[in-house]
């Protein structure tokens, strides 16, 4: 059973271009979470999906960031208009049931120049 | 709110020396707790979970953790250090009043002398 795959694995934009980063989870896993690390610091929460459905968006910035799940086809986390600010570590994670444990992707490096 | 305090940002310790990481977690309900280790440029790795039950847990490359209500502590140790050991570690604490969101700790680096 494959674990949880993102890509890109690293990601390069200019300010002001739109980031995309994709999210599998692993095989019968309806829940998928986003998380952002920032550099020294530890993981926050951004999102919580399922298949369709927006969760829990109270981490996510309300402008330029958004995220979906759709039924065919991996999650995506888009951003729209990049800044510096961006550039972090993002991380994917998916569970099999609501309460559980969460499986972590390689995560996508994003670097805003 | 809820929040996770790992106190040691850094902790050094010699090869076959033991270890404890501190994970402190303030939290409104009953929380389920995590930990997980991060080596440079990885994704995070599960080492151990509680959920309920044996306040002492046992996880994977012989590390354990045991879970104190009363001091809302949840120490990570393992009783004899590797050289592979070497890498971040979260402490990360969720519940099911607050969804399914994980709170991380800001992470302990672990460095190892040989």
């Known amino acids: 059973n494959a674990g949880v795959m993102q890509n890109p694995r690293h990601l390069v934009r200019r300010r002001g271009q739109e980031a995309r980063l994709r999210c599998s989870p692993m095989k019968g896993h309806s829940h998928v979470y986003w998380y952002r690390q920032l550099p020294e610091e530890g993981l926050k929460f951004m999102v919580y999906?399922?298949?369709?459905?927006?969760?829990?968006e109270s981490g996510m910035p309300k402008e330029r960031f958004s995220a979906e799940f759709p039924k065919e086809g991996p999650s995506i986390l888009r951003i729209q208009q990049v800044v510096r600010g961006d550039s972090a570590a993002y991380f994917c994670a998916s569970s099999p049931e609501a309460i559980d444990e969460q499986f972590f992707g390689p995560g996508t490096r994003l670097t805003v120049l | 709110a809820q929040s996770v305090t790992q106190p040691d940002i850094h902790i050094t310790v010699s090869e076959g020396a033991s270890l404890e990481l501190r994970c402190n977690y303030s939290y409104g309900a009953t929380p389920y707790l995590f930990w997980y280790v991060q080596s440079p440029g990885q994704g995070l790795q599960l080492l151990l979970k509680?959920?309920?039950?044996?306040?002492l847990v046992q996880g994977i490359k012989g590390f354990e953790a045991e879970f104190k209500r009363s001091q809302s502590s949840f120490n990570l140790r393992k009783p004899s250090v590797h050289w592979s050991d070497a890498a971040e570690y979260f402490c990360?604490?969720?519940?099911?009043?607050?969804?399914?969101?994980?709170?991380f700790g800001a992470g302990t680096i672990l460095r190892v002398k040989s």
């Open positions: 999906l399922q298949k369709e459905n927006i969760i829990d």
């Open positions: 990360a604490v969720g519940a099911m009043e607050y969804g399914n969101k994980l709170v």
């Open positions: 509680y959920f309920s039950g044996d306040t």
